[in-house]
Nanobody, 120 residues
């Protein structure tokens, strides 16, 4: 299983940016898809999650500004970042909790990380 993330870069405060992450390979089912971030000198934190068949949930710091969604193909997850702030600057990682077969339990898979810099 591979996760390919894209969409990072420089964005101005108050602008918008969308991150994408596509999962490929031997996927039997997906339990949930998430975005984490890690700022310099800080621990990795959960930004947003969307469970299969459930409602999205968000860190308090991004509620009302960021939106997580899944693509029509269901193996893709997006993070729409509106009105980003300098404190949102971090490396963003996609994470997928999935099963590769009916007999094996779900496992975490991680994308390679994409840097988002919020600055004017």
């Amino acid at each position: 299983v591979q996760l390919q993330a894209s969409g990072g870069g420089l964005v101005q405060p108050g602008g918008s940016m969308r991150l994408s992450c596509a999962a490929s390979g031997s996927i039997f089912s997906i339990n949930s898809m998430r975005w984490y971030r890690q700022a310099p000198g800080k621990q990795r934190e959960l930004v947003a999650a969307i469970p299969s068949g459930g409602s999205p949930n968000y860190a308090d710091s991004v509620k009302g500004r960021f939106t997580i969604s899944r693509g029509n193909a269901k193996n893709t997850v997006y993070l729409q970042m509106n009105s980003p702030r300098p404190e949102d600057t971090a490396v963003y990682y996609c994470n997928v909790f999935l099963r590769t077969s009916m007999v094996l339990g779900p496992t975490d898979y991680w994308g390679q990380g994409t840097l988002v810099t919020v600055s004017s």
